[in-house]
């Protein structure tokens, strides 16, 4: 499971299924083409028969252009990344299935130039993910589906930036496990409409790995260290509905509590391996005046400093909103296009760091499903995001100095999936 750069608000990653994808991900989970519904409400598995498998992969590049006041520019986009993911569904009877769903739920990567102008806002920033997510879904009748799961999550997080007092670099990585878990309600009042209810909790990571503080000219030093982080829990709304017969509507409401991702903090376990180097002197003084303090209580506050450090966020709840089509063009092809608005996470627009530099974004999503055989399909999809929204940063967390604009926030997107039905 690679890396994988964000595309959609925070780190969150919605790329789990091409063929939902190439509608925008409209009707996630309950349109019935492809066994992705696992991930995206449990209860969508009872619309798949038999033994079903579905392979996938999205490639996601990104182009975060930023242009200073001054004129300087940089770019955060860092090595084109592919979103990998798994499934398979099993039918027991007609009226239990169950499901393994392999995905990367969470993902990002983002890198700029060690020295740029705006560095203590962020360097670089990595986020792997791999969730093992068993399910089982209980069809009660014809009308009404029921489904759940558990997830074991793997998180892999890198994340470097500079240090505002003293120059150098804080850098951290570490990795952990956790558990969450998943449920879901699909509602058929008739053969051509559905509704679906699901629901994703979030994760509370507490990530064990290795602390760094190096370059700075007051205090460097390295030692065992821990980062600490709360993804959001998700709540997806989906309806589709098929007019005529070779003709499916879709829509989806996805809501995702950013409220939880308040900071990221990281700390030292042993904060007395900072050392002070041999120009700490000069800074020590002139930190002891402005706080008022003796010189040894200055060392003390900027040791305590450097080992414990947080990036505060304050987000706040976004919407995905999303419409799409799938037409039947003969028993084999299958064309599909989507639109989407996400909002905004940011609150405090003066809070926007260039290691999640997040923003407004509209989805242009467009795909295909080819059947050469009633036994396997292939699914291509291609899609656009762009940012539309704020994009200013500051020159610190709650600053009201503005020092320059993204002017770019974009992503594009291709997948290809197969799936065979045993």
Known sequence: MCASTASAAGFQLTEQSVAGMGRAHAGAGIVGDDVSAIHFNPAGMTLLHGLQTTVAGTYVSLDIDYKGLDGE?????????????????YQVNDSLWLGLAITSPYGMRIRYGSDWAENQRGISGSVTTVDIN?????KVNDYISLGGGVSALWTHSKIKSGL???????????????FTYNLGLMISPNEDLRFGVSYRSSAHVTARG????????IM?????????????????????WKPIQRLRLSGLARWANWKKFENMR???DNSGNLEQTST?????????????????AAGGILQNKFANISIENNWKAAWLFSLGA??????????????????????????????????????????????PTPKWQIDMAYGHIRGIGHRDLYKEAGSNEKVGKFEKMNAWMAGAAVTYRF
């Open 73 to 89: 520019r940089e770019n955060g986009r860092d090595k084109p990344a592919t979103v990998p993911a798994a499934f398979l569904s």
């Open 134 to 138: 068993p399910n089982v879904a209980w």
């Open 164 to 178: 505002p007092i003293g120059g150098g670099q804080f850098e951290y990585k570490g990795s952990d496990w956790m």
């Open 210 to 217: 290795d602390y760094y503080i190096r370059g700075n000219a």
């Open 220 to 240: 460097n030093g390295e030692s065992d260290g821990k980062g600490r982080l709360q993804t959001p829990e998700t709540v997806y709304i989906s309806g589709t």
């Open 266 to 268: 990281f700390s030292m």
């Open 280 to 296: 700490a002197s000069p800074y020590l003084a002139g930190f002891a005046q402005q706080l008022k303090v003796p010189v040894s």
């Open 326 to 371: 799938d037409l039947d063009i003969t028993d084999q092809w299958t064309i599909r296009g989507g639109v989407a608005l996400e909002t905004d996470p940011i609150k405090q627009q003066n809070l926007r760091t260039a290691l999640i530099p997040d923003t407004k974004r509209l989805w242009l999503t467009c795909g295909l499903s080819w059947k």
